[in-house]
């Protein structure tokens, strides 16, 4: 009787258990990144990195190889690179040094899912305003460090799973010889 009643608890615990892991909620995107590209003949490239603060969004965009201490509008823009869209999102302007770097820091006002949702893309403008062509362009992706583990899932969950497994196969074990003992 023990035994069968240990096995029992064993294959509800083990299935609960193993399920838990199988049913773990994907990897939410925390960080994505632009790697931005000269574009009209410029020299001016950088990169733009985005990272998830609750429902807003912090995007930080470096460049380098722009005319000394100008500024320059940026945007994230809907579409692509290759296939350019409109204004979704105003960034704070790039004011370079003498040597033609710049930085700049923005909060935008939505999450980074909504971003990561469709195509969008960093377009640094040649001047302060608009219209200015652009002057470096960089498709928005999801960072490799924050993907998860290939396997369907974050690397780990795959463990529970298996242990959950085992552990109703052990109770399923039990349960057998408890009959074939009886």
Avoid at 80 to 98: K, M, N
Wanted: charged share 5%; proline share 6%.
């Amino acid at each position: 009787m023990l035994k069968t009643r240990l096995g029992r608890v064993l294959i509800v615990g083990g299935l609960v258990g193993g399920l838990g892991g199988v049913a773990a909620p994907v990897m939410a995107q925390s960080a994505a990144q632009a790697t931005l590209g000269p574009t009209g003949g410029s020299r001016v490239s950088g990169a733009s990195s985005l990272a998830a603060r609750g429902s807003a969004t912090m995007v930080t965009v470096r460049i380098s190889g722009a005319p000394a201490n100008s500024t320059h509008a940026n945007h994230i823009h809907v579409g692509s690179c290759e296939a350019q869209g409109g204004i979704v999102f105003p960034l704070t302007d790039l004011r370079t040094d003498a040597q033609g770097n710049a930085s700049a820091t923005t909060m935008v006002n939505a999450p980074l899912s909504t971003i990561l949702g469709g195509s969008h893309y960093v377009n640094v403008h040649a001047g302060p305003t608009l219209p200015s062509p652009g002057v470096s362009c960089g498709n928005i992706v999801a960072s490799a460090s924050a993907l998860p583990a290939t396997g369907g899932g974050p690397l780990g969950q795959s463990v529970p799973a298996a242990a959950g497994a085992a552990v109703a196969l052990a109770g399923a074990a039990l349960v057998g010889l408890r009959r074939r003992t009886s």
